[in-house]
């Protein structure tokens, strides 16, 4: 596939890595469809940049999912690229989270990306058409967790799990890449504004603008999702410190094998997946 003519949709385009990919996909020669809940912004983004039109959509809000499917479908003459990026962060312990501010973090972040992901993916296959859809989760799913970013980091956890199945499920005209970056210079510190919560304390908030400041560049993180799903790279990676964490989830689950369950002859007995072979065909034989 190449970029150039190609038909896009970036959720979150009206900011940061969003905006950023966005910026790059119409340089590169493709036409974009600007998704973000905040739809002013969309919009003014998509005026400034030829070739992009702007739309709301609270991917959290299946339907509206649904609708910027059918907008996109009817402004681009279908669909080639799907960067399913919108993400919100809320700061603070796990331990006084509520189930609300539970509720909303993964509303967005797990939900959203399940429906941008469900909803455009059939419709490709529906069109019979190939396509690529992106979704960004970060170095939190990889095993990185850092001070107050319990629901993120449990948000991105699960996107991982999501993206590996529909990667079992999809055909292959659907590719699909889980992109996973770190530090990024944007505005996600501000995610409240979009939410049904207070602002932020004016200390904390300057925290984390002052951390979120010192990241990549946008350009930079929106060059590296692109490059890799025009590669086809299942995983995207762009911060080389996020190995570490990756690296030490490993070694914890090899320890723990090594010390509980170490293999024997008859390790596969119970691989689930052997097991369910084995049933259908017995299935099947009885049927026969
Ligand atoms: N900035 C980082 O360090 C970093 C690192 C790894 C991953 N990420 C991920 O990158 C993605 C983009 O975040 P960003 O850092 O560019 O932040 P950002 O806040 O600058 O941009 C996010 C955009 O998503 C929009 N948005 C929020 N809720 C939405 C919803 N319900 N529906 C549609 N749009 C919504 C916001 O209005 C905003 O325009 C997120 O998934 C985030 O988790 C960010």
Partial sequence: MDIKGSRAVVTGGASGIGLAMVEELLARGARVVVADIDGDRARRV?????GASGARCDVSVHAEVEALCDHAYRELGGVDLVFANAGVNLSGPLLKATPQ??????GVNVRGIWSTLSIFANRMIEAGHPGRICVTASEHALGLQHLGAGLYTASKQAVLGLADVFAAELPPSVGLSVFCPGLVATELHLSRRHSPFPPADPADLAFSAAILARGMPA???ARAAIDGVMRGDPLIVSHSTSVTAARKRAEQVEAAFAAQAPWTDHGERYNVNNVIAAVMSENEARKA
Avoid at 46 to 50: G, N
Avoid at 101 to 106: A, K, N, R, Y
Wanted: glycine share 0%; aromatic share 14%; proline share 7%.
């Fill in 219 to 221: 350009s930079e993180a």
């Fill in 101 to 106: 501010e539970l509720d909303w973090v993964f």
């Fill in 46 to 50: 998509a005026e400034q940049q030829p």
